[in-house]
């Protein structure tokens, strides 16, 4: 019997020779210590490789003897010199089929068995603790960020006997889409933002067929990046269905385009599209001022510059929907406005929240410039309500409605503020 430890050693490298990947395993090592056991020249012994899944086919090449120390025959291998101080025996085994797939990992032990020449029959085999082997995974690589007008150049590492054929999904977004060989070239087209994906396939008569991948994103930020996010003008934000923002008849809002803060490629220099029901207000940076009138609902384009300044400041950004609210309770509107010399005001006093009044609630009207002085306080007796603004300086003011007691005391605002501009 062979009495001597197997285990993984630090002494000698283990070498795979897999039928469809080759590569050599420098921090991976299998070692016989032979320290304990008496040799005599009779003795012989027999070395196998099992893969624990069982769904690989191991041929177990000979063990590496060093030909100054071991001989082998047909009953196995042996030293020269019995008794000689001989420690380690390298071993290395061979994959035929059903190869270890490229960043995958699989689990084998090394049994061994021992018998004396002439007997016909073998020792029981000898097991020897579980080893990993792992095959580099194939990766493509190249500069990271946002592929632009100008070209790049993509790569991976073909395995020995392997060709190459690559592809990317999303070719809009590029000038090229497909090609061969190691180095995929590919050039943003300017014609739309988004991701692709660069793949790689490998092939080999008689081998698995395998993949690389690389998501890219080209001409600007990732879709996912930019989000629209749409607040009343007093910054509470408007209540959303799922992902889409539901807004009301007669109303301002203040619709952001943003980006996130990780995102590789800005924007800037944005141009708003917005439905024909809707009015500009004003747009500002990464935000537009509309009001809704009767038709809350519909579709918003932006386009504007991303990083890749070579496509110019008309790129298709990104395209949002809105849906209409149908629980607009207090909402009111303000018509004509812009205005010059009056805006009338008309709401739904039943609808408007005077649960903070105590009895005989009247409601307030009170009209904010842009320093937050009130520059106008009326109680609003009868509907529509209109409010001279003649005398009113040019510019931006928001109007409050709250409620009033009939002792005079004002409570908090029972709805959403509105904005109207002054124009003369």
Known sequence: MLYGIIYPSSVHNFQITCGCFTSNYATTYMAVNMDTHEFYAQERFQFQFEEMSGDLDIYQYSAYIDPIYWYQDTWGIFPKTPYADIKYVKLSFTVLKNDIEPGASRNF????R???????????????DEFTVSVADITVSGTAGTLCDTYRDYSISIPTGYTSNWSFNNSNLVTSSTGSGATARLTGSCNGI??????????????????????????????????FRALYTSGSPAPKSGSYYLLCPNTHYHIYLDNAASASCGVSSLTWTIPAGWT?????????????????????IVKGQTCCSGCGSNMSLTTGYFGTYYN????????PNPSSDYIDIDFSPESLDLKQTTANPEILLQVYDKMGVIVLSEEVSSLPHRINTSKMKKGNYVIHLMNQNTKGEVYAPVSESIQIFVEH
Do not use: H
């Open 114 to 128: 021992t018998r004396e020449v002439g007997v016909a029959y073998w020792d029981d085999w000898e097991y020897s």
């Open 109 to 112: 032990r090394l049994k061994y």
């Open 328 to 335: 607009c309770g207090g909402y009111y509107m303000a018509s």
């Open 280 to 300: 500009k207000n004003y747009q500002s940076s990464n935000m537009i001022s509309i009001y809704t009138n009767s038709s809350p609902g519909g579709q918003v």
């Open 194 to 227: 988004g991701d692709g994906v660069l793949t790689y396939t490998l092939t080999k008569a008689s081998c698995p067929t395998f993949t690389a991948t690389r998501t890219i994103n080209v001409n600007g930020p990732k879709a996912s990046d930019l989000s």
